[in-house]
């Protein structure tokens, strides 16, 4: 890092650490201490890798043995979903509010059918799975700050079902000013909408900050399939289960056919001889239409994601996701210019094996 980077970053925790100051709740004090480090450790990679480009000369499309068709993968025995359940968790990402949808509060909670809402119906699919296999899979929901209160009330109305529901929140970051780079906040509490969640790329961290990654593997749960809790598409596969324990695979992505309508999408590749989700966000300027292309590039990622635990808990140790692509989000908020790095949990394919 630059000597001016580490000058930027020196002020930049120098600030944050005078929030702490700002309010007399010890609670939300320590909780914000104990944060601290990562919102760091994120920060310094956003000043690290906020320049980094693409080489476009080194893209390539996927080969064969990359992307497998999900016809070759044969079906899984019935007498093996059982045992395949208990090493299973489903995890769904619920830190999105419905803005877009015209909802106020969280996205899951917008009524789909019959007066059904999303998480419902996720609930509903986790109970069947559970009564058809004879098994108990978690079901998991990963908050944000602006989800999590909302959702705890929520949840209290299938304590009754047969569905194990764990709740964990991601990060709260604080936004950056686009000229300084310095954090938005003045004050610890009060405001909202001067942070925000980083990303669902974030669940990693934030399944071991939780102490759930631990949990879940003392318990012998060995695999976690992640997807957006507004996609109702996305139920538990066994016969991609089984081909991931049969294959010894770390990481599955599940893609699709890409059409006119999802040009913007991200799409996997292969890059310096690896795996790589490449976003529009990350295309140069100059190659743009060639990534919507759907002659070119011709799947697109799902976000619905079967990851190994071990391996993730390898990976995490290891600090090899500290140098994953970040995406810079530009806002505005109060006539000011800001910006929110994220990361997207779809780019971290690259740092599993096979």
């Keep these: 890092m630059s000597s001016d980077s580490s000058a930027t970053e020196a002020a930049f925790m120098q600030k944050l650490a005078a929030l702490a100051d700002t309010t007399p709740n010890k609670e939300e004090v320590e909780k914000f201490r104990s944060d601290t480090p990562g919102i760091g450790k994120f920060y310094s990679s956003f000043l690290r890798n906020r320049k980094r480009v693409i ?42 509010l419905g803005t877009t949808m015209g909802c106020t509060g969280p996205k899951s909670v917008i009524e789909v059918r019959n007066d059904l809402t999303f998480l419902d119906l996720t609930v509903q699919q986790i109970q069947h799975m559970n009564a058809t296999n004879g098994a108990n899979v978690p079901l998991v929901l990963m908050n944000s700050f602006n989800t999590h209160r909302d959702t705890g009330k929520i949840i209290q109305k299938y304590k009754h079902a047969n569905v194990r529901i764990e709740t964990f929140n991601q990060s709260r970051f604080p936004r950056i000013l686009k000229d300084t780079l310095m954090p938005v906040p003045e004050t610890l509490l009060g405001n909202d909408a001067d942070w925000y969640p ?85 295309v140069p300027s100059a ?60 780019p971290a394919i690259q740092y599993f094996n096979n």
């Design 198 to 282: 980083p990303g669902h790329g974030d669940v990693f961290y934030a399944l071991l900050a939780s102490g759930y990654l631990k949990k879940f593997l003392d318990e012998g749960r060995e695999y976690v399939f992640v997807s957006n809790v507004d996609n109702l598409g996305a139920t538990v596969d066994f016969n991609i289960l089984r081909f991931m324990e049969e294959k010894g695979v770390e990481y599955i992505m599940e893609v699709t056919d890409k059409t006119r309508a999802d040009v913007k999408g991200g799409t996997l590749i292969e890059y310096e001889g690896k795996a790589k989700l490449l976003e529009i966000a990350q």
């Design 55 to 96: 080489d476009w000369s080194k893209i390539h499309r996927p080969p064969q043995d990359m992307v497998v068709p999900y016809a070759d993968l044969g079906a899984c025995p019935e007498d093996l979903k059982k045992k395949l359940s208990e090493k299973l968790v489903v995890l769904k990402l619920n830190g999105g």
């Design 287 to 346: 190659h743009v239409e060639e990534f919507k292309s759907i002659k070119k590039f011709k799947i697109f990622n799902t976000n619905n994601l079967w990851i190994n635990l071990k391996a993730m808990q390898r990976i995490l140790q290891q600090n090899l996701l500290d140098d994953i692509d970040i995406i810079v989000n530009p806002k505005v908020q109060d006539g000011k210019a800001i910006i929110q790095p994220e990361i997207a949990a779809g």
